[in-house]
């Protein structure tokens, strides 16, 4: 099957009178799937119109129209999509280096977004989100979905409560990142548009180690674990701790690069984020604790909380796995901390994106807004940035830099391909 850039539009879908909002889906593969899989349960459901897909892959779109059914309008370049003014959202779930231009240019087509975490692969591009839903006030949630899971609501509540007393400490575990990427440049396949997949990326000839999921372990486009499971796991512990408006005064990380191939993120890794005021420090590590001291755990990464009183360790990213015993069986007294969470589904995907379709219709703010996501992206990136400096860093929140360090400062943003830029 073949699809062209656009393809014949029929009427345009409306909101009927039960208001329903029609969607749009950029990127459906990996994640993306899961995404489409969600808005597909809430169309039946009446909630929402699914008008069109997008994907610079045809194999993927022909496996996703085979799940749509008929009605539902594709194309490879998703500013066709952009251009319709009869979708009010769409969902976001491109590589990263996609994120920030797309999510820019969907506010400016008047669009709400749901954006793949993590936010943005610089921090400049996370400040350009952050103004762009503000002028043209667009509801934008970030696609950290443990805040809408019962596990880390668990904990967040538990620990809100005081019931570790004063958190000084959270450390973290998780896998290394894998080594790689040998194969030898080709011609890409030819389903799929090299040219889009690259976007704001430097041009560079296709290799198979760049695409598709294993974007990830190119620090240019992915990051490495840091600034992908690192997204979910740090922003996990920025709400358990009320610490969302707050970041780290240094940042120091060592790591080693890998010996051979394109996957040039750091096997082993540690990141120390020191706080002040309160005080307490965030310490990623690859691959951390977990094998020495907490062997009964059921995944490859997690973190613990260290308080004065007590512990608390957390799977994963507070999804899949039950919080600790103590955490499930807490009962808010009366006058204590109740923490916000979407629950109107047992899926906790889509109560993350209930939140975001009820934010749209009622004007509040997502569980998962642009400026919480800016901020938990901005320290996975100043992580990765210490380690390719190979020095701490000093971060001055207020003015968005680093502190004495000009080098480092150019580094907050990089240059971007025509006509894929902000």
């Known amino acids: 099957m073949s699809f062209p850039h656009i393809s014949a539009i029929a009427a345009p879908g409306k909101p009927g009178a039960n208001d329903r909002l029609v969607l749009a889906h950029i990127g459906i593969g990996g994640m993306g799937s899961n995404h489409l899989r969600q808005t597909l349960k809430f169309e039946r459901l009446s909630k929402i119109h699914l008008a069109a897909l997008c994907d610079v892959d045809e194999k993927r779109l022909a496996d996703a129209v085979a799940k749509c059914g008929p009605g539902v309008d594709v194309y490879r370049d998703y500013r066709y999509i952009l251009e319709r003014d009869d979708i009010d959202a769409v969902v976001i779930a491109t590589p990263d280096h996609w994120h920030a231009v797309q999510t820019v240019q969907a506010c400016e087509s008047g669009k709400h977004v749901y954006v793949e975490k993590p936010t943005s692969v610089t921090i400049n591009d996370g400040e350009a989100m952050i103004a762009a839903t503000k002028k043209y006030n667009r509801v934008v949630q970030v696609g950290s979905q443990a805040r809408s899971a019962e596990p880390a609501h668990q904990a967040c509540t538990y620990i809100r409560n005081g019931m570790l007393g004063k958190v000084h400490k959270v450390t973290c575990w998780h896998r290394l ?14 389903e799929l548009d090299w040219d889009l997949w690259l976007g704001p990326l430097r041009w560079r000839p296709y290799n198979s180690a760049y695409c598709h999921g294993v974007f990830r372990w190119v620090m240019e486009s992915g990051g490495g674990v840091i600034r992908d499971r690192g997204a979910h796991v740090m922003s996990v512990i920025r709400w358990c701790l009320d610490a969302d408006e707050q970041m780290p005064v240094t940042i120091e990380a060592k790591g080693y690069p890998p010996n051979k191939g394109i996957w040039d993120c750091p096997p082993t890794m540690e990141v120390v984020y020191t706080f002040k005021d309160p005080d307490w420090q965030l310490i990623w590590a690859q691959p951390g604790d977990r094998q020495s001291n907490y062997p009964d755990k059921n995944d490859d990464f997690g973190m613990v909380f260290h308080g004065e009183d007590d512990t608390l360790v957390l799977d994963r990213d507070g999804t899949r796995y039950d919080a600790p015993e103590k955490a499930r069986n807490f009962k808010v007294p009366a006058g204590g901390v109740e923490v916000y969470r979407m629950d109107k ?14 934010a749209i219709r009622t004007g509040a703010t997502p569980c998962m807004d642009i400026e919480k996501g ?28 680093v502190v004495d360090d000009p080098y480092a400062n150019r580094l907050l943003s990089k240059p971007q391909r025509h006509p894929y830029h902000l």
């Open 177 to 190: 990142n894998p080594t790689g990427g040998t194969d030898p440049d080709r011609e890409p396949p030819a």
């Open 345 to 358: 589904y047992a899926d906790y995907n889509m109560n993350h994106k209930e939140d975001w379709l009820q």
């Open 374 to 401: 800016h901020r938990t992206a901005t320290m996975c990136n100043l992580g990765n940035l210490s380690y390719l400096l190979g020095r701490t860093l000093r971060w001055d929140a207020k003015k968005q830099e």
